[in-house]
DNA sequence: AGCAGAAGTCAACGGGCGTTGGCCTACAGT
DNA sequence: ACTGTAGGCCAACGCCCGTTGACTTCTGCT
């Protein structure tokens, strides 16, 4: 079915897919309009539409993403948190495909779809091989801390999680993540009253 | 100036408000229509625009809010974070105003500078009346702590935040809120290599 | 009762959006 | 050299948006 050969349209299928990757990281899933994208990309709106059938299937295209997260089973305990939100804040300065995740994932249904996935394939497998232990209320925990702190540090530049040095943003944040990862689960269910 | 007399009016004022904050907490600046909002109120859009202007300043008055953060300095040190934590989660599912607030300031600048503002004057204070060192960092870890949590559980609802129950979850979060608020800070300031 | 002004309705505007289809253009296979 | 086809441009469509201004209705005051 997949014709994999190399077309002579690739080279503009990948600005359109760079310029869409900026239009809904700056500017989220409504704002970022087709031709704006379509402008940055320079060529014509109509050639988004044949590349990629609609706005929603462009966003699906541009919003791929892997996280690319260390096997951190091997990494000594003390560490792993440290690790782990050390690549994830490079993974975010890195690429803007998770800006345009997450300013989209808030409004849009399928955005948000898409940031649950990638959580649940790439997140969850990590807490898993660390803490046998109610693995998914741990790795949903991180990814709230995770999340929370792009949110303010990147996308409201709350001041001084903005300005707050790297190397101290992961000291402070360390021994949180830790306990999400490894700490003890707090006792019980439910409890009545 | 201001005229506080009640006017005829204040009963349409105030559904205008109601339904603006339930479609701005549902849709997000952008895809929250003006029409929409006025047809919830069982009005005319043009009423709208009357009393309020237009879509920027019937925004700004639908995300005012207080967060009503309790005095915790007299609060035992053990308990400040889950106070806090517990109070936030109230206010979150109480009024529409903070989802709104949140899915607007990720899209939109007028509403990420009220989050701002609201992070400076209500949060802030706090922190520093619980800890004379770093206190606006402070101040800015748990807000990142507690906003991604509200973001995982109420907005991109990943599964295991939202079915988390209330109790475990501050139980869970209410560490990381503790040393944000009272831990030891990190040692210096950025180093080299 | 008569009137001024507030409250509310109605129809329309200009503009931007996603999307479509028709039309050139240039290259690859013969 | 010819031709089919993929790549690209242009103009337009229908829709919905925020916003406007003219018009009607209601109400409280004298």
Avoid at 98 to 108: C, D, E, F, I, Y
Avoid at 135 to 144: E, I
Wanted: proline residues 7%.
């Amino acid at each position: 079915m997949n014709d994999d050969r190399p077309r002579r349209s690739d080279g503009t299928r990948a600005a359109i897919l760079r310029a869409a990757r900026e239009r809904f990281a700056a500017d989220g899933y409504e704002r970022a309009t087709i031709r704006a994208i379509a402008a940055d990309a320079a060529i014509d709106p109509s050639m988004v539409m044949r590349y990629y059938g609609n706005k929603e299937r462009l966003f699906a295209a541009a919003a791929e993403f892997d996280l690319r997260l260390p096997d951190l089973s091997a990494t000594p305990a003390g560490q792993a948190a440290a690790v782990l939100v050390g690549h994830f804040l490079e993974r975010w300065e890195g690429d803007e495909t998770l800006m345009a995740l997450l300013r989209a994932g808030v409004t849009n249904p399928a955005a948000a779809e898409r940031m649950r996935e990638i959580f649940a394939a790439q997140l969850m497998p990590v807490a898993e091989r660390l803490s046998p232990d109610q693995p998914q209320t741990r790795a949903g925990l991180v990814a709230s801390q995770i999340l929370g702190l792009a949110l303010c540090r990147y996308v409201l530049k709350l001041p001084p999680m903005a300005a707050l040095d790297r190397a101290e943003l992961i000291a402070w944040v360390n021994p949180a993540v830790e306990h999400y990862l490894l700490g003890t689960p707090v006792g019980g269910g439910p409890r009545g009253s």
